[in-house]
């Protein structure tokens, strides 16, 4: 089994309409992730998942310069990420087509992590 990261990605607008839910719908929401992620690691694929804060800090070059991020110019942001095991992409993206992200025209980056020995 390989492991492969699943990216979530949305735009700042459709966060922002979560963060204006209601408890009641936010709980809904949380409630469909919860499914899906309990439904991977039912298989026994789940390495680990997480939701991201919007706010953060970019830290670039070799100055090490640190400025606000994610970049606020841009309309698109990661919310969150999923570390999964899969015997192959074309199954990682298979077990990616459950996610939530979809209903809200979101979009996930399936990614196989490069392992070094």
């Given at each position: 089994?390989?492991?492969?990261?699943?990216?979530?990605?949305?735009?700042?607008e459709?966060?922002?309409?979560?963060?204006g839910?209601?408890?009641?719908?936010m709980?809904?929401?949380?409630?469909?992730?919860?499914?899906?992620?309990?439904?991977?690691?039912?298989?026994?694929?789940?390495?680990?998942a997480?939701?991201?804060?919007?706010?953060?800090k970019?830290?670039t070059?070799?100055?090490?310069?640190?400025?606000?991020?994610p970049f606020?110019?841009?309309k698109?942001?990661?919310?969150?990420?999923?570390?999964l095991?899969a015997?192959?992409?074309?199954?990682?993206?298979?077990?990616?087509?459950?996610?939530?992200?979809?209903?809200?025209?979101?979009?996930?980056?399936?990614?196989?992590?490069?392992?070094?020995?």
């Amino acid at each position: 089994m390989e492991k492969y990261l699943l990216l979530f990605r949305n735009t700042t607008e459709t966060e922002s309409a979560y963060q204006g839910m209601s408890p009641e719908d936010m709980q809904a929401e949380l409630d469909k992730w919860n499914s899906w992620i309990g439904g991977i690691a039912a298989q026994g694929k789940l390495v680990g998942a997480e939701a991201l804060e919007q706010e953060g800090k970019v830290v670039t070059g070799s100055k090490h310069v640190v400025t606000d991020g994610p970049f606020v110019e841009s309309k698109e942001l990661v919310s969150g990420y999923l570390v999964l095991q899969a015997a192959s992409i074309e199954e990682a993206i298979e077990l990616s087509k459950g996610c939530p992200i979809y209903e809200i025209e979101g979009r996930v980056e399936v990614r196989p992590i490069q392992v070094f020995n």
